[in-house]
């Protein structure tokens, strides 16, 4: 299954990354994540084979996952549409898409299981579209 080439919101496109693709799921890229230094930190969305999406707010580093308020959110632009926004930790700095694509896929399940908290009915109707 392909996942939508590229992603878009509010009049704003963001590319999918090819190669965190799995199964339809994908990671769109807000901000820029390849650096010659090590990317830490970043914005992006994971974007599910419908083309619903949850936004990430991600860093490097351990920690537990978490909800995001509104109010506390700098992506005034998504508000309008009541997206859920989740703070996630990859294990490694991003060098490379190759480097996004692994830390992604890392957290892909808990990402998939926190995207059908957000949107429960959504869960049969990707089951069946993996399947086909």
Known sequence: MNAVEV??????SFPIIQETVVDGWGYSAI????????????????????????GLD???????????????NFWDFLKPKKVPFYHVFFDKPIYSTTDMATNFKAILPILKEI????????????????EK
């Open 7 to 12: 992603f878009d919101f509010n009049l704003l």
């Open 31 to 54: 901000t820029e994540f390849i650096d010659d230094n090590g990317c830490s930190d970043g914005d992006g969305c994971l974007v599910s084979p419908t083309g619903r999406y949850i």
């Open 58 to 72: 991600w860093e490097v580093g351990v920690g537990d996952i978490y909800k995001l308020s509104y109010e506390k």
């Open 115 to 130: 995207y059908f908290s957000e949107y429960p009915r959504d869960r049969k109707k990707i089951q069946k579209m993996v």
